[in-house]
């Protein structure tokens, strides 16, 4: 796939680099996992003209001789024998840096905390000993956000208040997804597109798989997905059984309940058989997967939601991890049809994210979220508004018009007024969406 979008990314870090033609930069850039941080990167400085040193779980020694090799391939320079730690490793590419300009990207940067954390102190001491007199355009990338934002932003951190820019790389956004999708397919369907969403969530990896593989229909999404060659099979396992180690069992429990609709604490207790609070709370805290969701307005933790932050995660708990049985007598075609037959129900509560994404998108609005009632009875899908000239837009999204039922949505608007007293004064619309509006 072509390189689409990110060109506000893309002029920040030429603008960076520019900089640090005066003054070495040390650049953050934050993003989930496959959202695309090193294509980024690759196509702003290309793999040529760049030092790249990948971080994986490693001995010291071991990743100072990859990155060696690297700096005498790009730099053809020989390297000093003592520069098998880091810290001396990286105090000669400083030393370097002070008479010619290069970007060294430093990915996954969060694993040195697992290889040995001194390391950022080392880094710290070099940095802060050479940066004056340097032209290095360092950028760290890593795709445990909360792991890698917090070694910046925590004042216990050697490295608190060292970076000089953050930039946070986002999923791709409904426009992109609606050009990207008719670039391989003009002729795609407000279903394709909900697919497309549903499934990638937007993460721009997953994006490319499918449309290099043609999968540029919602059955042939499925398909390409649900195949026996297929990476997407291993993706969720792969990554989460590295970051949970021996707890996974659980965790996974956990994700698989959220992703099938049991979204409350005591309901998830239900499923897992135990208490979770202390998991919950590192699935939000440390690994950044689920979050708290409360009704707009509502403030108390007595009315909360968990839910997955990544749409990918949604579908490979709901249908790949769910039924993995399936996969391992090789039942492909029968999981298709499982997928198949739910997909409606699934793709329906995306519905309402992608929708949500579109008005984020028009700059229209100050505030956009849900709603539901202390007793989960009554539930508005979309609330838009806008602080400014004061109105207030209720959205009721189906699939179908035939499923539309206007006088129950301003029944709950009515309910939601009159709970939340918060909308005095405010003009107030109600409106019906379904998928052909997409």
Known sequence: MKFFGREKESKLLQEIANRAKENA??????????????SLVKHVFGEENMLYFFVSKKTEQALCEIFQQEVENKLHVPMPAEAMRFEKLFDYIMRLSETREFTLFIDEFQVFKKIDESIYGDIQKVWDLRKENSHLNLIVGGSAKSLLLRLFEDKSEPLYGRQTATIKLDHFYPALLKEILATYNPHYSADDLLALYSITGGVARYVELLMDAGATTKDKMIREIIRSSSIFLSEGKNHLIEEFGKDYGTYFS??????????????????????????????EDTYDVIKKHQPLFV??????????NDSFYIFWFRYIYRYNYM??????????????????????????????EMLIESLQYTRIDTW??????????????????????????????????????????????VATRKLKGYTVSEHSVSLQSL
């Open 372 to 417: 539901w009632s202390r007793n989960g009875e009554s539930e508005i899908d979309l609330i838009a508004i806008n602080e400014l000239n004061k109105t207030a837009e209720f959205y009721e999204l189906k699939r179908q018009t035939s499923a539309f039922n206007p006088s129950l949505l301003h029944q709950r608007v009515q309910e939601f007024l």
């Open 254 to 283: 956990i994700l698989t309940a959220i992703a099938t609709g049991h979204v409350e604490r005591a309901q998830i207790e239900d499923i897992v058989g135990k208490g979770v609070g202390g998991y919950l709370a590192t699935l």
């Open 299 to 308: 403030d108390t933790n007595k009315v909360v939601r968990y839910i997955l």
């Open 327 to 356: 996969l391992e007598i090789g039942a492909y075609d029968k999981l298709i049809q499982v997928i198949k037959e739910d997909f409606d129900t699934f793709s329906g509560k995306r519905m309402e994210s992608l929708y949500k």
């Open 25 to 38: 930069q040390f650049t953050v850039l934050s993003g989930a996992r496959r959202i695309g941080k090193t």
